[in-house]
């Protein structure tokens, strides 16, 4: 690891404080995490995840009538089994 030093809002810091008193780490931890975060966000990689070729469509976009149709299914499936 390499140190370093960056300003902060005191209302983030609090936020971190009281985080970190919470989960039981240091603040520092919880720091090296959004450090970590921030980093990823912004990664950019030399080769697509997939080949053009390995790419499959989805069906197209899913609506709201979808979304409700496999929540019902869902449902009805734990009824089932609980039952």
Do not use: C
Not at 33 to 59: M, Q
């Amino acid at each position: 690891m390499q140190r370093t030093n960056v300003y902060a809002d005191a209302d983030d810091l609090a936020l971190i404080k009281e985080g970190a008193a919470r989960l039981g780490v240091s603040e520092a931890e919880i720091i090296r995490r959004g450090i970590h975060l921030a980093a990823l966000s912004v990664r950019t990689w030399d080769e697509p995840f997939f080949a053009d070729d390995e790419i499959t469509g989805l069906g197209g976009p899913v609506t709201h009538d979808d979304i409700r149709a496999a929540r019902r299914q869902s449902t009805s499936r734990k009824a089932e089994t609980s039952a």
